[in-house]
């Protein structure tokens, strides 16, 4: 709070407050990116059908990533209003029963990983040993995946009562231990038996159950604002509505991109599943650039929410093109960079000739949507912000599902492999467009009337 009793989100120089908001969280989520790159890197010197075999489960995991992070969005919600309300009681409720839809949920993606791992790959029309590589992996990821549905969770409801900085240890502890034992189990170091692509999932879910256990100790000795009990425990289908009534349109939102991965690898596949590597050793490289903007769309959403609810129309502005024009400055460099270096980034992942044939034109190509899509994100959480989440959905689905995979399917059809990569900056240019009509119209239909008097 300020000398005059205002939240610091009403007072602070805005830039100054952007980026103390926001730095905390691009750290937390350059580890994540991290992460996923050195998984990679370690898997892609095993061979490129084990890295074709990682990039193929991907769907997969987003789907269980997306059902956690919803679930724990909707924990967030109730539980942050419930205190806010003073309402302990609630607010215990919400985390027994946040907790509970955890263990369920992992119980389901449990089943489904044992019982479908290799249904799964089959569908994408992998080759068998890319089938056989990716469904240990999978299995191990999804058949122990309470690690990282209750890592999720626990650390949900240390950033319901404010205490972020926990989550940051909790998360960076937890990538790093995965970073450490990536080598050490694919490649079986010292007493560990050599695991191959198996040995990147067991480090997977390793980092997630002790990040889970941390997160859990931080709850129980430094979250005193909740007290929740097994004791006298019973399941609320009022609390589970209420969570899903939030958490829903999250878990949707997040599992878009399961589907177009989907999508992508069977159009891919029918080329070569070189391209499928390539695609998804994009994917894991543009994390670098985009979990960044990520972070600072998550310090950004409650500065134009405060200053919103506080009808401080200029400072609510001023955030949204100062934070546009850090997305965008984050985005050109990473633009520079992938279009100036893509044959030395490409061989950090043992990119055979075929594989840099392909993959030059294609990260060339691919990364020119990032001119458009660090505004595009601004927007999206601009949207949030004001109370119009439903118009950021829309734009993911069409950029996505509408416009992308329908593209990429048609380009296909011309039997160019790098035709289809025109797909994504095709994609950027129709959210851009669509980002702009939402954005005028949110400006004059909500944002304007802040001049007026209440």
Known sequence: MSQTG????????VKRLVLSMSLPMMVSMLVQALYNVVDSYFVAKVSEDALTAVGMAFPFQNLMISVAVGTGVG??????????????????????????????????????????????????????AIAQQGAAYLRICGGLSFGLFLEVMFERLLQATGRTFYTMITQGVGAIINIIMDPVLIFGLGPFPRMGVAGAAAATVLGQIVAAILALAFNMTRNH???????????????????YSV??????????????????????????????????VYFKLQSFVF?????LNNGLVPIVSYNYGARKKQRLMEAIRFGSALAVGIMLVGLVVIQLFPAPILSLFEASPDMLRIGVPALRIISLCFVFAGFNVICSSAFQALGNGVLSMVVSIVRQLVVLLPAAFLLSLTGNVNAV??????????????????????YRTVVAPLDKPV
């Open 6 to 13: 205002e939240n610091k989100m009403g007072v602070m120089p």
């Open 75 to 128: 924990v967030n919600a109730l539980l942050s209003r419930s205190l806010g309300a003073r309402d302990q009681q609630t607010a215990n409720r919400s985390a027994e029963n946040g907790v509970l839809l955890s263990v369920l949920s992992a119980l389901v993606f449990m089943a489904a990983a044992l019982l479908f791992a290799q249904p799964f790959f089959v569908a994408q029309k992998a080759t068998p």
């Open 225 to 243: 604002d909740i007290q929740p009990t097994l004791k006298g425990f019973r399941p609320s289908g009022k609390i589970i509505g209420q969570i």
């Open 247 to 280: 958490g829903l349109p999250t878990i949707v939102l997040n599992s878009i991109s399961s589907i177009m991965t989907f999508g992508m690898n069977l159009i891919l596949i029918s080329f070569t599943s070189t391209a499928v590597a390539v695609f998804n």
């Open 291 to 295: 979990m960044p903007v990520f972070g």
């Open 421 to 442: 990569w025109l797909s994504f900056p095709i994609a950027e240019v129709a959210s851009l467009l669509l980002c702009v009509l939402f954005l005028r119209h949110t």
